[in-house]
């Protein structure tokens, strides 16, 4: 099984650029489409951007823009990179992936324990 872990979390001002890095335990880390996702306080997760296998992306209309995806396979890292933030933004932000098929197996996901982002003034 596949494991994340998030770093870079913090507080930043309005306006402001953080960047967020996903690290990932094994090289099988490369066949799952990685996500960020993010649940702000009281409110339910939901996805910030995808990265797939073949370094394809998608992000939610809010972030678009925005925020960048990207990843260093050989590395096992995903990055996301988040300019122009505003207070909307803060959240605890979660790299991870869903259970993938591949080659006839099936391949558990898992998420990581997510990073704090605060946007304020």
């Known amino acids: 099984q596949v494991q994340f872990k998030e770093v870079g979390g913090g507080l930043v001002q309005p306006g402001g650029s953080l960047t967020l890095t996903c690290l990932a335990s094994?090289?099988?880390?490369?066949?799952?489409?990685i996500d960020w996702i993010r649940q702000p306080p009281g409110k339910q997760r939901e996805l910030v951007a995808r990265i797939t296998p073949g370094g394809n992306t998608v992000y939610a209309d809010s972030v678009k823009g925005r925020f960048t995806i990207s990843k260093e396979n050989t590395n096992y890292k995903v990055f996301l990179q988040m300019n122009r933030l505003q207070p909307e933004d803060t959240a605890t932000y979660y790299c991870?992936?869903?259970?993938?098929?591949?080659?006839?197996?099936?391949?558990?996901?898992?998420w990581g324990p997510g990073t704090q982002v605060t946007v304020s003034s």
């Open positions: 094994g090289s099988i880390f490369n066949i799952y489409n």
């Open positions: 991870g992936a869903n259970s993938t098929w591949y080659r006839n197996t099936l391949f558990d996901g898992s």
